[in-house]
Every structure is written in C-alpha cells, then in structure tokens.
C-alpha cells in the first residue's frame, strides 16, 4: 500500500513542479515602414524528473504597435523553445545586436560572442588561466558590455597559484562566504578586450574587500562596483543584505574610490540610461539579515548622495511597506525620471513605480480588470524602452509572462498575456489578516498585526473535513507571498489544506514589524503562528481541527518544533528540514553567527566571545528545552552540507527523541545544503512528507 501511494504521490509532484518559470527577459526592437516591431526574448527554467535536473531555455515573442504608440497591437504567436545548456551568464549588447556568453563545458569555461551570422569569437577562459572560475551567482556576479562594444566586464576567482607560495602553504585554510557560496573566497574584476582577445585582471581593488555587481561607468574607462569587506573575517552573505559593504568607482589604472560611506550595507548599482544618476539599495549593518531598505540615488555630475526611497516602519495608507527584494539589472524607465521594482507587500508581491521628482510611489498591479485580480504576485523580469516584462502567479495558478508599457502617472497599465501555464488548478485560496492578542501585543512596537495565506480544495476530497498543514517559512525574515508554491500546490492537489504563516518578523510589513522579533525569537513567532491557525480554523469551518500538521524548514523547522512542544495536544505530526534545535550549540558551527547574538537582542561584534548569560538565553529559546513534551511523530530531514545550521542540529533532537521511544524518522541527504534543493532530494522530501502525513493524520 504504502509502495502504491508513493508512486501515486510522485506523479502528483511531477505534475506541480514540471510547470516553467520565467526567470529573465530582454526586449528589443527596430521600425519597419509604419509599424515597431519589438522582440521579446525570455530565458525559461523547468525541472526534468527524469534527468533530476533544471533545464534552461528560451522562447521569443514578436509584439507590434505604432512607432511612437505605447500601446500593443498585435503580440504574434511565439517561438519554439529552445534548449540553453552550459550557460552562466549573458548579456545582449546595447546597440548592435551582439551576445555574449560564458559557458561551462564541463571541464572548461568559455567566453562566446554570438551575432546574426554565427558564432563571432571564442575565448578559453580556462586555458588563459587569468582566473579562476567565473562567478555566476547572483550575489557577485555579472556581464557588463562597455559602451564601444569592444569590451566585457566579469568577476571570477582569483587564481589560486598566484596565492599560494611553496607546497607547504596548500593546507592553509581559505574562507569563502558561506552556504551556496562554497569556494567563493577571492574575487577579482576582469575585462575582456575583444579586438585582441586578451583577459585583464584589474587592479587596485582594495585587499580588505571581496568585489561583485561590477557595471561600466559612463566612457567605459572606469567601473563601479560593490565591495564586502571581509576583514576579520567573513559571514555567511547568501540571504543576508546586512553585510558591511560599499559603493566603489575603479578606473582602468587601479585608482579606487569609495562612493558610499563607511558603515553600511549596500548593494544593486543601477545607471540611469543617460548615465547621469547611479542608485542603488542601502540598509543596516548586523541586525536582521533581511530589513526594509532604502533606495539611494548617486548625481555622477554633483556627486551628491540623496534618498529617493527611506525605510518604511509601518505600511503606509497606499499598502506600499517598503523594499525587501533586489533591484532587476533593468529597472528605469526610458526618460530616467522614474524607477521599477518588486516588492514584498504584505502577504504578496507586488510591482511598483517610484516618481524621481515627487518621490511617490505607485502600485502599477492595481485595477479592476480581470488580470489584476488574478494574480497575488508580480516580479519586474526587465524594463527596456519603457515596457515591462513580469512574471505574475498565484497558489492556483503557475507562473504567468505578462508584458505592459509604462503608463503615464495616474493610468493604469493594459496588460497583455504573452505566456500562460499549461494548466490551472481548482484550488482556493485566501489572504488572512491576524491580530494578536492584547497580552501578545509587543510592548516597544504596539498595534502590529500579521498574516497567512490559506490554500485549500474546492471541497474535501472523501470526508466532510479538511486536514490542515500549517506550513511555516524560514529567515525569520523572509516572506511566503500568495504565489505558486509547488509543495503547497502538491499537498493541495493531495486533498490537505495549507496555512502559509507571516508571523511578526516576516518581511513587507514594514521595518517595526520586523524589528519587533528581537529579543523574543521562540515566544512571540511561536504565539504568532498558533494565533493564525486557530483563526483559520475559526473563520473556515470546513477545516479539521482535529487533524492538523506543521511543517517548516530553518527558522520554519524551530518553530514547528517549538509548536510540536509547546502545544501538545494540538499538532498531530511535524515535518522540519534543517532546523534550528540548540540555538547555543548552533554558535560556532553557523556560517552567520552574528545572528545567534541578535536572535537574544545583543548587539554582535567580530571579536565577541560567548558568556555565560548569551548561551543561557540561546538555550532558553531553543526547542530543545522543550523535548520532553514533545507527542507528536516528527520527521526531520537534513543536508550534510548545510552551513547555514549545522545538520547535528537535527540529530541532536532525533537522539532525544529515540531516547524517549517518541516516533522520529531521520532522512540524510549527504550532497545537499541547507535549502535541500538538488532536484532529486525535493521529489525524495515531498514524497516522504506525504507518506507521513497521510500516516499520522
């Protein structure tokens, strides 16, 4: 039986995450007699169960409207897709049509330049061996054109035998930044010149610091870029925009000047299309690791520093709460007058438009239209000449590709559907917003309130009641915003009722809401989340009370762990993924340490050695305290390589759990991290948690 639910339990999951996400987008576009014809290329990501991997491809869309007219007329039926394999990073050249590629071969990596007849030029960026490999992630990395098109911008690893002196000092230990970050340790700036084919390592980049983001400066002889310092040492920067870092202007002779000033967090440059403003985000250094940022805008001319966005404390009448997410490569409109983003917006995401000279921001998904309403997220892909490319979705419906010209203040924009899914789901689902408590309210940030999203059947499956997962999101600070969530849409399509919590602490609910966590991690979040579910069960009487599960992963896995004890009576199972048991334990093996201090409202310093008193009050908020309590069956699934919490985390509380003959099942995925996101580990999690919960519920 248990074999036949399995392979009924796969085929579901197969079908929720096989559906594609648009993950980027270029627009380009040219006149041809009386019409403007205007190119859409999209990159596409989709999972392939039977290779276990993520596939990439690209599809292209030809919309056609009036010369000068920001209106679509005609969106033409797209093209074939067309599979992307080896590709790291690519950027499409401003003016004449050229596209560069870097390319992982397996052994070697390769840099392309690609035009309208073929394959231009080839550059083995290996067997140069300038550099080591070339950064790709989205925390360094990049592809910058110069101006003249005769040059390429990248960050790469600085080769190791430049490093290294005599055989004896291989063995020396190098740090790197943390989770996902692994053998990131040393980037340097480099510049392709490609009249001659040469690759250039520049120099002057200050010894104290690690560069990324890096983008030409106007001229194409200078750059800017973000530096991170990692002096004494480094912490752990994936999910982190708390890092001590700075705006840096370097010319082609190494002379390096600091933009930004000594102790923030900055990052996400972007230059205006007339090259006379740069902004970029800023926020706090230590603290929170994700926190309400603000925009700042850089005069290249004055070079004067003001704020076009500030931190948001509460939402504000408009629902606008303020900017958690980066910024996309493209986000200007044409005139440079106005700036595009996304958002966390309370319990969604959302697309807004900020006005340079009024400094008013706008919601640019409002309206009445049918479109509007459909969708709980929208995320910003690229704007280029005005038109917007995003990618909308909902918990019943899988990811969209919209396009739109940016209106005129005060209009609102005509959407065109240039891509839907190749299915919906008959699900419903609804934002829940939740109060505490008077004697849950916050004593230093009264009159917070929270929220859930709740997805669930149309009607239960078999029975007059729906067995409800309350499903708890890690950070703290992070966000689950009524989008396509694939394991939500899994559960769903299996009969449960899902309840995606936004405890206080959570991001787009303004900078008070997630300050207001402090100090009381394993208390207040812990009440935060019991509070939704009873409201939940209270305003949705199809849902069964007497059947309800947690599940949650990092900061997710301590809190339904913590539920598990702290309410005994109330969860009938538990599933945690790399969570957080023995928070004092957790101090020296975490690659963000810092956060183990502010978790109990201490202030971190590098040189901070622990007290008696700070791991007393680690533990005091840890679950750990509470195993004894604990009734509830719970499987823990962790990742052998996790950096962010160590997985003896997890066997610390299998141990006391098997000590207590208390029913715990433990699954080890030795080649995963602590997002568990290989692809073949996410189908081995999903199945396993069905089985368990179908088990005990």
């Known amino acids: 039986m248990e074999s036949m639910q399995a392979t009924h339990f796969t085929k579901v999951y197969g079908e929720v995450s096989c559906l594609a996400t648009p993950?980027?987008?270029?627009?380009?576009?040219?006149?041809?007699?009386?019409?403007?014809?205007?190119?859409?290329?999209?990159?596409?990501?989709?999972?392939?169960?039977?290779?276990?991997?993520?596939?990439?491809?690209?599809?292209?869309?030809?919309?056609?409207?009036?010369?000068?007219?920001?209106?679509?007329?005609?969106?033409?039926?797209?093209?074939?897709?067309?599979?992307?394999?080896?590709?790291?990073?690519?950027?499409?050249?401003?003016?004449?049509?050229?596209?560069?590629?870097?390319r992982d071969t397996g052994g070697h990596q390769l840099l392309e330049i690609w035009d309208h007849h073929g394959l231009r030029k080839c550059l083995n960026l290996t067997a140069l061996n300038k550099h080591g490999g070339v950064y790709d992630d989205a925390q360094f990395g990049g592809l910058s054109w110069s101006e003249c098109e005769s040059k390429l911008l990248y960050v790469a690893e600085k080769t190791k035998n430049t490093e290294e002196g005599s055989s004896w000092d291989r063995s020396v230990y190098r740090e790197d930044w943390g989770e996902t970050l692994t053998n990131k340790s040393t980037p340097v700036i480099c510049v392709v010149n490609l009249h001659n084919g040469s690759v250039d390592v520049l120099p002057g980049v200050p010894a104290d610091i690690s560069p990324g983001q890096a983008c030409w400066?106007?001229?194409?002889?200078?750059?800017?870029?973000?530096?991170?310092?990692?002096?004494?040492?480094?912490?752990?920067?994936?999910?982190?925009?708390?890092?001590?870092?700075?705006?840096?202007?370097?010319?082609?002779?190494?002379?390096?000047?600091?933009?930004t000033g000594e102790n923030l967090s900055v990052f996400c440059p972007r230059l205006?299309?007339?090259?006379?403003?740069?902004?970029?985000?800023?926020?706090?250094?230590?603290?929170?690791?994700?926190?309400?940022?603000?925009?700042q805008q850089l005069d290249l001319n004055s070079r004067t520093t003001s704020t076009l966005l500030d931190v948001v404390h509460r939402p504000q009448s408009d629902g606008f709460a303020g900017i958690y997410e980066a910024l996309p490569s493209s986000c200007w409109s044409a005139d440079g007058h106005k700036v595009v983003f996304t958002s966390a917006c309370q319990n969604r995401k959302d697309l807004f438009m900020v006005d340079r000279g009024s400094k008013k921001v706008f919601c640019l998904s409002s309206g009445l239209s049918d479109v509007n309403k459909k969708y709980g997220s929208w995320k910003l892909l690229t704007i280029q000449n005005d038109l917007m490319v995003?990618?909308?979705?909902?918990?019943?419906?899988?990811?969209?590709?919209?396009?739109?010209?940016?209106?005129?203040?005060?209009?609102?924009?005509?959407?065109?559907?240039?891509?839907?899914?190749?299915?919906?789901?008959?699900?419903?689902?609804?934002?829940?917003?939740?109060?505490?408590?008077?004697?849950?309210?916050?004593?230093?940030?009264?009159?917070?309130?929270?929220?859930?999203?709740?997805?669930?059947?149309?009607?239960?499956?078999?029975?007059?009641?729906?067995?409800?997962v309350v499903f708890i999101h890690g950070g703290p600070n992070s966000q689950f915003a009524a989008e396509w969530n694939?394991?939500?849409?899994?559960?769903?399509?299996?009969?449960?009722?899902?309840?995606?919590?936004?405890?206080?602490?959570?991001?787009?609910?303004?900078?008070?809401?997630?300050?207001?966590?402090?100090?009381?991690?394993?208390?207040?979040?812990?009440?935060?989340?019991?509070?939704?579910?009873?409201?939940?069960?209270?305003?949705?009487?199809?849902?069964?009370?007497?059947?309800?599960?947690?599940?949650?992963?990092?900061?997710?896995?301590?809190?339904?762990?913590?539920?598990?004890?702290?309410?005994?009576?109330?969860?009938?199972?538990?599933?945690?993924?790399?969570?957080?048991?023995?928070?004092?334990?957790?101090?020296?093996?975490?690659?963000?340490?810092?956060?183990?201090?502010?978790?109990v409202g201490s202030h971190y310093s590098y040189d901070q050695t622990p007290t008696a008193e700070a791991l007393a009050a680690m533990l005091e908020q840890s679950p750990i305290i509470h195993v004894a309590q604990i009734k509830a069956p719970v499987l823990l699934m962790l990742g052998g390589k996790d950096r962010r919490v160590s997985p003896y985390q997890g066997l610390e509380l299998y141990k006391l759990l098997k000590s207590r003959a208390s029913p715990v099942r433990l699954l080890w995925f030795a080649e995963d991290g602590h997002s568990l996101s290989r692809v073949d580990t996410q189908a081995q999690c999903f199945v396993n948690v069905v089985l368990w919960l179908h088990q005990y519920l």
């Open 23 to 102: 993950v980027s987008a270029d627009v380009r576009e040219q006149l041809q007699g009386d019409n403007r014809l205007i190119t859409v290329n999209a990159g596409w990501n989709q999972i392939d169960a039977v290779r276990a991997s993520r596939l990439c491809y690209s599809q292209q869309w030809t919309l056609i409207s009036a010369p000068r007219d920001q209106q679509i007329r005609t969106a033409l039926p797209p093209g074939p897709c067309i599979p992307v394999s080896g590709e790291l990073l690519s950027a499409l050249s401003p003016i004449g049509g050229l596209r560069a590629v870097v």
């Open 217 to 259: 400066a106007p001229g194409s002889q200078s750059m800017f870029f973000i530096g991170w310092y990692h002096e004494p040492f480094r912490l752990g920067l994936k999910f982190c925009s708390n890092r001590r870092s700075a705006l840096f202007q370097l010319d082609m002779d190494g002379q390096c000047e600091r933009l």
């Open 272 to 295: 205006s299309p007339d090259g006379s403003t740069l902004i970029y985000l800023q926020g706090l250094v230590f603290g929170p690791h994700s926190q309400c940022l603000s925009l």
């Open 390 to 468: 995003v990618c909308c979705s909902s918990p019943n419906t899988p990811p969209s590709m919209l396009v739109g010209f940016l209106p005129s203040l005060g209009e609102a924009v005509t959407w065109h559907l240039l891509q839907e899914p190749i299915m919906t789901f008959d699900f419903l689902w609804s934002v829940l917003e939740v109060e505490p408590l008077p004697e849950e309210d916050n004593k230093h940030y009264p009159g917070l309130k929270f929220g859930a999203v709740l997805v669930k059947p149309c009607s239960p499956l078999h029975e007059a009641q729906t067995p409800l």
């Open 486 to 599: 694939t394991t939500t849409a899994g559960l769903v399509s299996l009969g449960f009722a899902v309840l995606m919590v936004n405890y206080r602490g959570s991001t787009g609910f303004g900078q008070d809401n997630i300050l207001s966590l402090i100090g009381h991690i394993g208390s207040q979040d812990v009440k935060d989340v019991q509070r939704a579910v009873l409201a939940a069960l209270q305003s949705h009487k199809t849902l069964d009370p007497n059947r309800v599960a947690v599940i949650g992963g990092s900061h997710g896995g301590f809190l339904s762990c913590h539920l598990v004890a702290q309410y005994p009576e109330f969860y009938r199972a538990c599933v945690a993924r790399n969570p957080v048991i023995n928070a004092a334990t957790l101090l020296g093996t975490s690659d963000i340490v810092d956060w183990r201090y502010t978790c």
